[in-house]
């Protein structure tokens, strides 16, 4: 321990404006403090309905990144997360450990009847995924379970939700996500860099994609089609005990929907030289939406780049029987607006994902001192998974998976 134990949670009237109305703050606890644990630090140090009472990592440099952000906080610092989870101050915790830890930390936080955001991929096997979201079922206790999926809440993306929610574009039919980043970065024990610790590729990070396909299609998968490799990145690479690392570096998923729609992932990571990270093109049957995500390293917003654009389809095109022999000129085609989306530079500086974690851990917070739903529920996190397993099945086994068999495996492991 080297902080004393934190006040209790109501904080003075005076503190701000969250507690001026006389609400209580969630006590929080963050397990693993490395990259993504740092961020929601950052972030919930900005956040005026948190309070951050504890900390816990095993790994020095991590609890040490840790103090030098919340250096004016309270909080508590440990290295064991089972000692995090005994503190009556702790509300709710946010796992922030590797991939292949997830699912017995998650298991523990059960027991505790703690709140929890569980940093994505929910669990790296599709038994783990069962398992987790039949466990929280058999709750009696209500605690909110929060599987994070910060792309849902980066703001042009946001938008592009509430555009087709909304129905501006009619009938969604094709949805295409398109992410040219740079290569994985090193993490502690390089547990990203090999398929066994963090589920692959498609699993650790694209279940960010497939999650947000269902969330805006809202419509379940049918089948799922992939292929992929690792041609580029970190193939001289080992992880110290001479083990390679085996994980891909590009790859094209496609994804038939049960709506009918379809969906396509197009994955590059050695494509940092680009203008944006992550381009989503959403068209229905009445018009077009695209949104542009920055690149992770971006730290000032420039608003002279267009990073939301909506098309309109000419009525006449919509309703009518197409019968034309010359393609139609551009001002016959349609409304086109394009603009840019600003993101708050403080959140910016906050974190990698454009004020996305702010966004997100406000509304947990806010959904656990309330009672209220999850956003992104562990059932979510689970389809996400398990769409980037199907994915990496099809890459190997150069066929097509039937989602019918992949819930007929998730179902039995609920047993
Ligand atoms: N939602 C997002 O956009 C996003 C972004 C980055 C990472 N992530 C996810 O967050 C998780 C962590 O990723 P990262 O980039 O921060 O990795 P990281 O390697 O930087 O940090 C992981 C930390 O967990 C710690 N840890 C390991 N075992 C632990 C234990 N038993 N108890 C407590 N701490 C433990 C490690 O020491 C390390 O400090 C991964 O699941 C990753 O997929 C999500």
Not at 252 to 260: A, C, D, M
Not at 306 to 321: T, Y
Not at 368 to 384: H, N
């Amino acid at each position: 321990l080297i902080a004393p134990p934190p006040p209790p949670n109501l904080i003075s009237l005076s503190d701000c404006s969250f507690c001026r109305i006389g609400m209580e703050r969630l006590g929080i606890g963050i397990i693993g403090t490395g990259c993504i644990g740092i961020e929601h630090l950052r972030n919930l140090l900005l956040l005026p309905s948190a309070r951050i009472v504890a900390a816990a990592d095993p790994y020095q440099p991590s609890r040490q990144s840790a103090v030098q952000c919340a250096a004016s906080s309270d909080m508590l610092l440990l290295d064991d997360y089972q000692e995090l989870l005994k503190l009556d101050e702790v509300d709710a915790v946010i796992i922030c450990t590797p991939n292949d830890h997830h699912a017995e930390v998650l298991e523990h936080v059960m027991r505790s009847g703690k709140h929890c955001l569980v940093e994505k991929p929910l669990a790296i096997h599709v038994q783990d995924c069962s398992k987790a979201v039949a466990e929280e079922r058999k709750l009696s206790q209500r605690a909110l379970f929060w599987c994070a999926m910060e792309y849902r809440y980066i703001p042009t993306i946001a938008r592009l939700i509430a555009e087709a929610d909304r129905g501006t574009i009619g009938t969604l039919r094709t949805l295409t996500i398109r992410e040219n980043r740079f290569p994985f970065l090193r993490k502690v024990d390089n547990w990203n860099r090999t398929n066994a610790r963090s589920g692959g590729t498609l699993v650790e990070k694209c279940c960010h994609f497939f999650d947000l396909m269902r969330r805006i299609l809202k419509s379940e998968p049918r089948r799922v089609f992939a292929s992929g490799g690792q041609n580029v990145n970190h193939l001289t690479e080992t992880d110290g005990s001479a083990s390679a690392s085996d994980i891909l570096d590009n790859a094209y998923v496609i994804i038939e929907f049960e709506s009918g729609a379809r969906s396509m992932l197009e994955l590059c990571m050695f494509a940092e030289a680009s203008k944006h990270q992550e381009e989503v093109c959403l068209i229905g049957t009445h018009g077009k939406l695209e949104a542009f995500a920055p690149s992770h390293g971006l730290k000032r917003d420039d608003a002279t780049i267009i990073n939301f654009r909506r098309g309109i389809r000419n009525a006449a095109f919509v309703h009518g029987e197409w019968d034309r022999t010359e393609p139609p000129p551009p001002e016959d085609c349609g409304e086109l607006t394009e603009e840019h989306i600003p993101i708050d530079p403080q959140l910016l500086e906050a974190g990698n994902h454009a004020g996305a974690t702010f966004e997100e851990l406000q509304r947990f917070t806010t959904a656990a001192l309330g009672g209220g739903e999850a956003e992104v529920s562990l059932t979510d996190g689970a389809m996400a998974v398990l769409m980037g397993i199907a994915a990496q099945r099809s890459i190997t086994s150069g066929l097509p998976i039937s989602w019918a068999d992949m819930m007929e495996e998730y179902h039995a492991g609920m047993i």
